[in-house]
């Protein structure tokens, strides 16, 4: 799918928009990027889309050994989405340096490595396994697992433990890459989480994760998922994800955010950079159209141009200003 020619009557050509952003100070020629978990490290997707059109390829998260993941069933649909509880299955992190960040590299693809670990010394040793690696535009480290050094506690619920996990990823990390702290939405102050995720040397935030939910057959009269509980994707979180980047982007304005959450259209996208997020991440939308990121790119370029909007940078916390700020005119939208 190639933008339209045709200008609106905003006077804009829709193919003309500027869809490049920045994101912790990593260049995107896209703001849209893959949703860890949804496209593994980028060679299922490539089929379908150009991986080197891509904001960046998201990777499945990585964890020190190789994990089979948890006992089937582990996925169900639910009204406007669907549950996961897959478990971070993956080959681990040798495997993944010699396998998949060779593949995308050569493949020209820009690359955000999802880590994740049961202990604050599994994270800081996933980030040193990675600081050799060539290509890395940035770690996203998703702090929702249970900490097994602390009754499974989930990192990304407790201000101090997230910051931890964030402390001993920048240290590790080598100068001049990013860390993005993956933030869950199964709290009761977000932006407390996210400051001290920040303090802790987090160069950008990723919100949100998956929400945590549970479906019960009533014919079976027992939990669908082997694992009981699992992690909620799709539009139904869609507007806890723009209350989040909302919260968050008004609280720390200067903090660069990639927005998640139910995302299928160019329209969704906007929402979530008018709230503040720099770039976007999609995911359950790829399941039944993988070619997604080329049309909801073509959409946002059609949003953009109708309403008089030559770079969607421009937008980034847009709806957070106040009425009388003209510094980007909007005109009305035909439709």
Not at 112 to 138: H, K, P
Request: net charge neutral; aromatic share 2%.
């Amino acid at each position: 799918m190639t933008a339209a020619r045709t200008a609106t009557p905003a006077g804009l050509v829709p193919a003309d928009v500027d869809l490049t952003t920045t994101l912790a100070g990593v260049g995107l020629v896209s703001p849209i990027l893959t949703a860890s978990g949804c496209a593994a490290a980028g060679r299922e997707i490539d089929q379908f889309v150009d991986v080197r059109t891509l904001g960046a390829v998201v990777t499945k998260s990585i964890m020190l050994e190789p994990r089979s993941g948890r006992a089937t069933p582990r996925m169900a649909e639910t009204p406007s989405g669907m549950l996961n509880s897959i478990g971070l299955q993956g080959p681990g992190i040798e495997h993944f340096l010699k396998h998949d960040v060779s593949w995308l590299r050569r493949r020209g693809a820009r690359v955000v490595v999802s880590i994740a670990g049961g202990s604050v010394e599994e994270y800081a040793r996933l980030a040193q396994r990675l600081r050799g690696a060539e290509g890395i535009a940035a770690i996203e480290v998703n702090i929702s697992c249970p900490n097994v050094e602390d009754r499974g506690q989930v990192f990304a619920c407790n201000r101090s433990a997230a910051a931890a996990v964030v402390h001993a990823v920048r240290r590790a990390t080598a100068p001049g890459i990013p860390v993005l702290a993956k933030l869950s939405p199964d709290v009761t102050d977000l932006v407390d989480i996210a400051d001290g995720c920040v303090g802790a040397g987090a160069d950008g935030l990723a919100m949100i994760n998956t929400l945590l939910g549970m479906v019960i057959d009533t014919e079976r009269m027992r939990p669908v998922l082997a694992g009981i509980t699992g992690g909620l994707s799709g539009p139904a979180i869609r507007p806890v994800a723009v209350r989040c980047i909302w919260q968050v982007h008004r609280a720390m304005p200067e903090v660069p955010i990639l927005g998640m959450g139910g995302v299928r259209t160019g329209a969704d996208v906007l929402e979530m950079v008018l709230a503040g997020a720099s770039a976007v991440s999609i995911g359950t939308v790829l399941f039944n159209d993988p070619s997604a990121p080329t049309r909801i790119a073509a959409e946002l370029r059609t949003a953009l141009a109708a309403r008089g909007v030559a770079r969607l940078a421009d937008l980034v916390g847009y709806a957070h200003r106040d009425p009388d700020d003209r510094a980007v005119v909007v005109e009305e939208d035909p439709t």
